[in-house]
């Protein structure tokens, strides 16, 4: 019926709302319109964040000797319009600060239910919507006390909960999200109160003294107190009648005869000397002593199991009350003073191998502290229903069995773990070095060895020892310290680094972590009230006190950060660059930076402002990393000299790498001082020079220049730290030093530079000249003559002797045989000048005069014999390079397309014109082959043998073997097995030309003609 009663009221409350002004914002409660099954039920909207609370309650099952609350609050992603993380897309586990918030829920509600309330109750919070600027936590808070005062659960405290920042010197309630998370916030403080009393308080600061912290308490308990004021007007508009709850009946016989029979042994045992579970042991001892005694007064009592039970729960109250009462007489359980701080002992560096460590021990109580080093991939991703964040710290709290000697399944961490790390961590993170100075990721893990009381304090102190161990670079030191309060009437205790039992037993958990400047972070759960401002500022004083004390014993140990960090710690880097160079640093597809990770086995990360972080394990490798990348994003200073690399060459200069992927051009002008035929004369591509920067226009072009090096000396640098000889100019008086290569050797495009030229009278031939002013000079071709065309040719390598064989193996036995070579530099040797004359053939793209023969492919006169690519005639000139007579045909570029001129066809099939195809296997036509060694064929080859011998090729694959000898006067040459004429008798009228066709041509007197046939001999096909 009590039961169906409770439904009933449920289904008949009205929908009630109150409004507020609560720091700037209209806070709204309201209740009766959603969730109206629930015991309690509230929506909560501050500013434009909406969440929703629910408080229930089940009926307590037998034999719980507990009172089992439970909290739990929940963000859903939906509020902030996002996806939740993960595969499933599915909130999971909570985090970290679902669950840090719950404990804010938890901590201050517990100690106002009734003693010996059993129920089970819970509290579900849950965030539905959020505006990003009104943090959800503090309105859950909110929302949750109000479900608990308006339900029908025995709760009848009006709380409020706040959160006040310090920005500017200035105090700040309710600060936006962005004002809390500014660099101009020193405070982020939390807490719960009433308007009589604070209940709880959880803070981070940047070393805020202890006068801004007891105003900061005072401001938030009057704004605490607003908000309880509009639940209780909330409560009253609801008019949901308490659960009557009785407290267990007070046994006051039982009590009177186990105080008067065992309370000096259980006080004597309380104060008993030893340790930790020596005192345990005593007080067990009297505890069971108590119960057998029970067991003997109750036997054959109707309610022996009530007693019994009864019983055991005074044993623990009187225990409670013996300690409270010698803490009041000035004497603790273990001998020591309010103030007094137990030993400390601290181990630097017990861990070698790790990156930093330390144990830290304060009586009972022992932490070991390990510190690892990160780069930025081993950051902490943080995502929430705001933006994501990035944690370059944070430090993690193991609490295993064994360090209270006790026995149970250890799983993953707890809410009181994570309470604890995050507690440790806030107190570290304020002193932490700037990322630009120090970019490591930093993780702390505390391992608890031992546990007394204030085990999260010890974590702080080994925490900021192993941090100073590994090398990190923090401001101030930091150390811990948990302080209590035992109040009772007028009396009051306040007690500096608590026990494990005087936790239990006291008014106050308080705990303060700082430095000798300033606090960092605060931790408060209040169990009475009347908690007074003089109280709180006499309770951080001492506990300023106790935490210089321990600051002394640890800077024993270790009085500053070691100056580097150890060898196994990653070695990490940190460079700035223009953020328009990221994508050079990364390349296509991320190419460049692959390979710089891969050559240097780092790792880089590349943020979006240009901030580039490098990581590795070898030191000289990141120093190499770092010295790449500085190169590659340099800039170009104009009048600053680089050692560049040549990686291209043109006509008009040479491209020169000063920095890894910049260029910059040398023109040939800036080469040298003195005059440059060729880039190729001075560098090649490979070759490091000394070049200075002229000028970087606006386009980023880069103008170099090494001849104004060369002005104050050589500061020409080349691999392998030599000096690269300079090629000697061609008009040089004496011998021109040979190329490197034999040219002669090319394609067609090089021929009409390595052929022979035949000899030719003076007069009849002009030679071709490079240069000169003389009008009435004779050509000179690129083969070496002298003035009178008898002399032989000098060879590239400057040979002198007349008879030295020429270069590839020819030999030179004539001495009026001209010399192919390119020392021109005799005194009688005509110069090759500009033909300009009327007299003088002209040398141009189109060679259309009359009287003089073109230079030309197709060359088929009737008087003129063939010249085809099988050169068998005994009266076939020679192709070679000397051909400047005045007849000679001209070589012209221009295609010959006229109706009078044969055309030059991939077919050549008339009957009167010879055929040229890839297989020549008639019986009286010469084959033309890739081998041509017959004896009594001319080859086109190298022709620098005697007679019978082998002669190298001149092209590409064609070995030609000539038995003939050159004859000094005419340069022609006769076979013995057949009766072609003699070329030198036909040397006037045989233009020689580059053409490669086998059947046509033109000559000077009929240029329009078509020849008819072909005369064949016996020696093979003659070309007229």
Known sequence: MVWEQELQEKEHVTHVNVKGKIAGRELILETGNWAKQSDGSIIATYGGTKVMAMANRAKAREGLDFFPLTVDYRERTYAAGKYPGGFFKREARPTNKETLTCRLIDRPIRPLFPDGYKEEVQVLITVIQVDQEVDPDIVGMVAGFAALRTSSIPFTENLGAVRVAYIDDKIVVNPSIEETESEQNKLNFIMAATK??????????????EEVILDVLEQGQKVCGDIGALIEKLAKKV??????????????????????????????????QGNKHERGDAINEVATAIKEWGEIEFAGSETVEADTKYLKNFIYELKKRAERETILDGTRTDGRGPADIRPISCEIGPLSRLHGSAIFTRGETQALVTTTLGTVDDEQIVEGLGDGIRKKFYLHYNFPPFCVGEVRPQRGPGRRE??????????LV???????VFPYTIRLVSEILESNGSSSMASVCGGCLALMDAGVPIQQPVAGIAMGLIKEGRKTAILSDILGSEDHCGDMDFKVTGTQFGITALQMDIKCSGLTRAIMKKALEQAKQGRIHILKEMLKAIDKPRTAISKNAPRLERLKINPEKIGLIIGPGGKNIRALQEETKTKLNVDDDGTITIAGAISELVDEAVRRIEAMTAEVEIGKTYQGRVVSIKEFGAFIEVLPGQEGLCHVSELSNDFVRSVNEVMDIGYIVAVKVLDVDALGKIKLSRKVLLEGGDAEGQEGGQERPRRSSRREEGDAPARGRDRDRGRDRDRSRDRDRSERPDEDHPRRSRGGDDDEAPRRGRASRDAEGEAPRRS??????????????????????????????????????????EDRPRRSSSRDDEDRPRRGRGRDEEDRPRRSSSRDDEDRPRRGRGRDEEDRPRRSSSKRDDEDRPRRSSNRDDEDRPRRRSNRDDEDRPRRRSNRDDEDRPRRGARGSEEGEERPSRGRGRDRDRDDEWESEGRGRTDPKDDRPDLDADVDEIPRGRGRSSGRGRSSSDRGGRHSSGSRSSGGRTRR
């Open 430 to 436: 304020s002193v932490l070095p700037d990322p630009s």
């Open 196 to 209: 009589d009393a604070v209940q709880m308080v959880e803070a981070g600061a940047e070393q805020v003294s």
């Open 418 to 427: 994570i309470g604890h790390g995050m507690l440790a961590e806030r107190a």
């Open 796 to 837: 590239r390598d400057a040979r002198t002797d007349e008879d030295r064989p020429r270069r590839g193996g020819r030999s030179r036995d004539d001495e009026d045989r001209p010399r192919r070579g390119r020392g021109r530099d005799e005194e009688d040797r005509p110069r090759r000048s500009h033909r300009d004359d």
């Open 239 to 272: 008019k949901k009648a308490k659960l009557e709850f009785q407290a267990p009946e007070v046994r006051s016989e039982i009590e009177t005869k186990v105080e008067r029979k065992f309370y000096k042994k259980l006080f004597a045992a309380v104060t008993s």
